[in-house]
Structures are given as structure tokens and as C-alpha cells.
Nanobody, 121 residues
Framework: QVQVVESGGGSVQPGGSLNLSCVVSGSIFTIYTMGWYRQPPGQQREFVADHTLSGTTNYADSVKGRFTISRDNAKKTIYLTMSNLKPEDTGVYYC???????????????WGQGTQVTVSS
């Protein structure tokens, strides 16, 4: 069983900062890609950023230069540092991972429960 748990959401004023964390636990052999998605109110879930096992990072154009994704493989944790937040960054932020378990199974799309980020004055 593999579990994905996010933390760190909250409310902040425009221009502020927030840090999100996502921990993966369970019988894990390898974590390939770890990433963040968000779902703005009334909209579909969208890609924010991801971090591959090889160290490659990718960002949505809307967050480039403001968000930074980082990863601690020893802690099986991924972080999202968000700065200069805008009201349009509001939404539920979800962690997504691609892992291989110790039994050899691969799980391409494991999601956490999400954490709310609200940017408002």
C-alpha cells in the first residue's frame, strides 16, 4: 500500500508565499516522478510542476519564476515553494506520484487528498 499525503496549504494575501509538502509512504522501491497539480474553483485539474527521478523539473507557464519544486529522495518528500502568489493561484493542490513498489507493481497516478490554497485580499 502506498500513501500520498499533502500539507502546508492555507490562506495568504496577494504577493505572499506558501510552502507545500507531500510525503509518500508505504512499500516503495522507487519513486520516479513526483508532481503538483491544482484545481481552481469550478475548473478542471491542471498541471503545476513536476520533478523526475533524474532531476528534471517542469513548470506550467503560469507559475514559472514564482514557484519552485524540490525533492528529498531520502525523505520521500516533494516540496512546492510558492512566492508572489496571485488570486488565480487559488485552488486545491494535489500531489501526484509515479512509483514502483517493493513487490514490483507500478502505480502511475497516485494522488493525495489535496490541500487548499487561497489567495485573497
Amino acid at each position: 500500500q502506498v500513501q500520498v499525503v499533502e500539507s502546508g496549504g492555507g490562506s495568504v494575501q496577494p504577493g505572499g508565499s506558501l510552502n507545500l509538502s507531500c510525503v509518500v509512504s508505504g512499500s516503495i522501491f522507487t519513486i520516479y516522478t513526483m508532481g503538483w497539480y491544482r484545481q481552481p474553483p469550478g475548473q478542471q485539474r491542471e498541471f503545476v510542476a513536476d520533478h523526475t527521478l533524474s532531476g528534471t523539473t517542469n513548470y506550467a507557464d503560469s507559475v514559472k519564476g514564482r514557484f519552485t519544486i524540490s525533492r528529498d529522495n531520502a525523505k520521500k518528500t516533494i516540496y512546492l515553494t510558492m512566492s508572489n502568489l496571485k488570486p488565480e493561484d487559488t485552488g486545491v493542490y494535489y500531489c501526484n506520484v509515479f512509483v514502483r513498489s517493493t513487490s514490483g507493481e507500478t502505480f502511475h497516478d497516485l494522488w493525495g487528498q489535496g490541500t487548499q490554497v487561497t489567495v485573497s485580499s
